[in-house]
């Protein structure tokens, strides 16, 4: 399963560029997940007044009460809500959400989600990151106020989300502090990290078929504020690709990045794998050391942990000038 994770995501976030609206369709059935939620011993914080309403990408969304019980079915989300202090509040999440700790893992799925398994929890609050269609539809009509949220394009889909997720479980200050940490944790990133000369390149790797993230995304934007300059954005310069487009192993070597970037370790890419494809032992970036290995889920989500990203392309930029 979580093999099929970095694949997943970049559907996902592929979608994102498309309609943000439910698609008629049907979700699928199965035996609800028993798992028991955690008690993360985390002090629970007095909710503002509601009605609550705020703008998702399923439109405007009226929470009426302040939610107790909040099923999360994106990684990414449940990366949110734990920052933001509203642990306490989350009954389930999905297959992927392994991080933090503390978060009530089931075997709930966010890309083939099961509308009877969600339900069994008896949520008042569903958070998501992919619509596959039909479940903003099925939830409405069980009452179940839902909360879609596309995968972030920039930080201020970031901030943006996390800000909403902060005032419908009554954890507005949490959020704001959240946010100024994540502004505050890539500009130090950045003002840490060295100048690199101008033209350093790189190439970052989703997959090993060579799927990989231009500087029109939220990855790419993280590495621009380094002042690299990406080696795929001329194989998407008509957008068609929606920022992901797939390279040739021939492209790859032709543009001799300076850096590569490897957000596949998880499934068995490392700096030895690469030197042993083919052409790629005399690539500037495996000749000369610089090969970055990522943590493949700390790339893959755009929550509060994209300091730590930001964080590794620094130090990454360090080692670079300190051996050149």
Excluded: K
């Amino acid at each position: 399963m979580r093999r099929s994770a970095i694949l997943l995501t970049l559907v996902l976030i592929v979608a994102s560029c498309g309609s943000a609206g439910s698609d008629p369709g049907t979700t699928t059935t199965a035996e609800p997940d028993t798992t028991e939620p955690v008690d993360t011993g985390s002090t629970t914080v007095a909710a503002p007044g509601f009605p609550v309403v705020i703008e998702a990408d399923n439109g405007a969304v009226t929470i009426e009460e302040a939610p107790t019980a909040i099923i999360s079915l994106s990684s990414t989300a449940t990366e949110m809500l734990f920052a933001i202090g509203a642990g306490p509040l989350v009954v389930a999440v999905d297959e992927q959400s392994n991080h933090p700790e503390g978060a009530p893992m089931t075997d709930l799925s966010g890309f083939t989600p099961n509308i009877e398994a969600i339900l069994s929890y008896d949520p008042d609050l569903v958070v998501i990151g992919f619509e596959p269609g039909g479940l903003v539809e099925a939830l409405d009509a069980a009452g179940v106020p839902v909360i879609f949220f596309n995968a972030a394009m920039s930080l201020d889909d970031t901030y943006r989300q996390i800000d909403a997720l902060g005032r419908v479980t009554g954890r507005d200050q949490m959020a704001a502090e959240v946010n100024e940490a994540i502004e505050s944790g890539i500009e130090r990133a950045v003002a840490d990290a060295p100048e690199v000369p101008e033209g350093t390149d790189y190439y970052h790797e989703v997959d090993n078929t060579f799927y990989t993230a231009t500087s029109n995304t939220f990855i790419g934007r993280i590495y621009a504020m380094f002042g690299l300059e990406n080696i795929a954005d001329p194989a998407d310069e008509d957008g068609s690709a929606f920022g992901y487009p797939q390279l040739s192993n021939e492209y790859i070597v032709g543009a001799d990045p300076d850096l590569i970037f490897l957000a596949n370790t998880l499934y068995g890419e490392s700096s030895e794998t690469v030197a042993a494809r083919p052409g790629w032992d005399v690539l500037t970036a495996v000749q000369e050391g610089n090969v970055v290995e990522l943590d493949s889920d700390v790339v893959s989500r755009w929550g509060p942990r994209v300091v730590e990203f930001a964080e590794s392309v620094s130090d990454a930029l360090e080692t670079y000038e300190s051996e050149g």
